[in-house]
């Protein structure tokens, strides 16, 4: 199979969100996706970037992703946090997913980076042992914590509300 793994472009980020739902599809979670292809374009290409990105190219056409950013560790130091690695469905097994899983390595290396970090559900068997056969340890024991939207603006208006 032949692809490239190359960093993505603005004009990359149509087949990027064809991907992104193609995710929210498998994670029974379809309609989450609110992101758009302007936002991707402003948000990872403009004078401060959000974040990076890698593409599998195969036969002119985005076929897989690695999405990732910065962030810092309080316990280590320089991190980033892999948001996703997607590999269209039926190119898994190809060797699409190791490839950006290496360059996502190797920016952080790069970078010199303590860390990297990402989530995976604990129902989804395949990537775990994807990534536990390249060295990642899966820690069970941790539990995500998120605010969405709403929640923050709860939050907000009970902080303003609180300070009348």
């Not at 403009?46 to 056409?61: D, L």
């Not at 892999?82 to 898994?92: A, G, H, P, T, W």
């Not at 989530?119 to 068997?125: A, I, Q, T």
Request: hydrophobic content about 40%; overall charge neutral; some cysteine.
């Amino acid at each position: 199979m032949d692809f490239t793994i190359r960093k993505a472009t603005s004009s990359d980020m149509p087949g990027v969100l064809t991907l992104i739902k193609q995710l929210a599809e498998f994670e029974k979670e379809p309609n989450a996706v609110e992101v758009t292809v302007k936002d991707l374009e402003k948000d990872g290409f403009g004078k401060n970037p959000s974040f990076f990105c890698y593409v599998a190219e195969v036969n002119s056409k985005v076929e897989g992703i690695a999405l990732g950013y910065n962030r810092y560790s309080t316990w280590k130091g320089k991190a980033i946090h892999l948001e996703d690695l997607i590999v269209n469905k039926s190119f898994r097994g190809t060797g699409i997913g190791t490839a950006l899983l290496n360059e996502i390595i190797k920016h952080g290396y790069k970078l010199g980076v303590k860390r990297i970090n990402w989530e995976v559900l604990d129902w989804n068997e395949p990537a775990i042992n994807f990534y536990e056969s390249k060295g990642a340890r899966v820690m069970r024991d941790w539990d995500v914590v998120q605010m969405n939207e709403e929640s923050i603006k709860n939050y907000i208006a009970k902080l303003d509300n609180a300070s009348l």
